[in-house]
């Protein structure tokens, strides 16, 4: 196995097939943008990137989804991936999809700071406290994750966490050229990794990664399930079989899907 984090977190993730799916992927948003019901670019805070998009759930809501796209928190944007949000909407769940500021403007605590601010605003935007679960993927997973941690006592619980694909130990990135925009050195790669301040009486957890990704992200989905279960809380691992990095989101937004019912699963405070 190569070992090298620039391959194991950058080149080894790289598929030649990602700008034609991406390319489908952002027509597929467009498509659902016209097609869907939704509010777009609802601010959160004062931030341009503090906004989010809002696609109501049809019929009576069973609950909420927030979800934070990928991008290593540097690059894309949540309209990239608004064709997640028809099949949920479908299936009776409102869709917050969230934009956040990126590295290098802001540090990663910082931005993760600032995204702690849209949970209110979206809870607000459905009407009330429902049943709301916080989902990402890859850098979005990271986000969601640390988010339900910040969670303070007393606070209207988090029903649940989707992390599909995330990285939960942010050391090996020290190494890579992702770092020359994140800006980490040992100490707040370990500040910012996850894995390191798991606490009990978390919300249940689905972590999920593509079965067909790198090692190390397998590893990094493996061993953060662990360590969720091990603080006394619920966890579940999820591997799609032949998935990668990005094909991933096709199961996730595929009804009928074992993942998608997996994620349903949550917003009834279960797993699946």
């Known amino acids: 196995m190569n070992d090298d984090p620039q391959y194991q977190y950058v080149q080894g993730q790289a598929r030649p097939g990602f700008p034609a799916l991406l390319a489908d992927y952002e027509a597929r948003s467009r498509a659902a943008a016209a097609a869907v019901d939704g509010v777009l670019d609802l601010p959160y805070g004062p931030h341009a990137r503090q906004t989010f998009d809002f696609f109501p759930a049809r019929g009576r ?6 979800y934070f796209h990928a991008g290593y928190w540097q690059s894309r944007d949540k309209s990239g991936f608004r064709f997640i949000a028809p099949a949920y909407a479908r299936a009776g769940v409102h869709v917050a999809l969230v934009n956040y500021p990126l590295c290098p403007e802001v540090s990663v605590a910082a931005l993760v700071e600032a995204a702690r601010a849209c949970v209110p605003a979206i809870r607000a935007q459905a009407g009330g406290d429902g049943a709301l679960v916080l989902a990402g993927h890859s850098a979005g997973a990271h986000i969601a994750v640390e988010l339900a941690l910040a969670q303070q006592p007393g606070a209207t619980p988090i029903a649940g ?3 599909l694909s995330g990285i939960y130990d942010l050391a090996p990135l020290v190494a890579t050229t992702l770092n020359d925009k994140l800006q980490l050195d040992a100490a707040s790669a370990k500040a910012c990794s ?3 301040r798991v606490r009990a009486e978390a919300a249940p957890a689905l972590i999920v990664v593509g079965g067909a990704e790198t090692p190390a992200f397998v590893a990094q989905s493996r061993e953060f399930h662990a360590a969720w279960g091990a603080a ?7 591997v799609e079989p032949g998935a990668d990095h990005f094909s991933l989101l096709e199961a996730f937004a595929s009804p009928g899907s074992a993942l998608f019912g997996e994620v349903l699963g949550l917003l009834g405070n279960g797993l699946g």
């Open 194 to 196: 996850p894995l390191h």
């Open 161 to 163: 966490v989707a992390a």
């Open 61 to 66: 809501p069973r609950g909420t989804l927030a």
């Open 232 to 238: 006394g809380n619920r966890s579940a691992l999820h």
